[in-house]
């Protein structure tokens, strides 16, 4: 199977289209005010608006309320919901959507535990641990450190770019792929040719992996 791809913090409607023509098979829209890369719900009805068919949308939240949560699914049409903070379990569940769990690997976590307590998830997201960032940080971590087995599929994050996403699919062989800063401009504002260049990396270990 191709190795999926997910755009995230995409913040401007030619951004989204950028991704989508460029093959990625996902967007990720930030609803966490606190980020460079914050959506309100008006900009992300413009943004999902102009996606063709078939592209996925990811909405991320980090200790949202349920309430927030809930208003944002009634206003826009999000597939995957994707939980970036501390939330236990059972926080997570119950919305009528998929969700994905973020995890942050640092040096002590057992990640195969936590990875049990989200059993229902959708997949597990692998990010690096920055304090006081949820996400986004341009950070990489030790991809020695991911545990074979993990029970969901996986999602690699943190520090990604055209210029290391291979090394990380031949040593981690996630499922899919998350970027962001690595294929921006400037926070939130993404580059075409950076998408581009993502892609085809990504697509040439695809193609060297049969």
């Known amino acids: 199977m191709p190795t999926r791809v997910k755009i995230c913090g995409i913040t401007r409607p030619e951004d989204g289209l950028a991704a989508a023509r460029a093959g990625a ?43 927030q949560i ?12 994707q939980f970036h903070g501390a939330e236990p379990a059972g926080e997570c569940r119950g919305y009528g959507r998929r969700y994905l769990k973020a995890l942050h690997v640092r040096d002590g976590v057992d990640l195969a535990a936590q990875a049990a307590a989200y059993h229902d998830a959708a997949g597990l997201l692998l990010d690096a641990f920055v304090p006081g960032v949820p996400g986004g940080s341009g950070r990489t971590f030790d991809w020695a450190a991911v545990p074979a087995g993990l029970p969901r599929p996986l999602l690699l994050a943190g520090g990604l770019d055209a210029g ?6 031949r040593r981690v062989r996630p499922w899919a792929v998350d970027v962001s800063s690595g294929v921006e401009s400037a926070p939130g504002i993404k580059d075409a040719g950076r998408i581009e260049a993502f892609m085809q990396a990504v697509r040439q270990v695809d193609d060297e992996q049969g």
Do not use: W
């Open 25 to 67: 098979h996902a967007i990720g829209l930030v609803f966490h005010p606190a980020s460079s890369r914050y959506v309100s719900v008006a900009q992300a009805q413009v943004i999902v608006a102009a996606l063709p068919p078939l592209v996925s949308v990811v909405g991320l939240f980090v200790d949202a309320g349920r309430e």
């Open 70 to 81: 809930a208003d944002v699914l009634a206003q826009v049409p999000l597939d995957v919901i």
């Open 164 to 169: 290391n996403v291979a090394a990380a699919l």
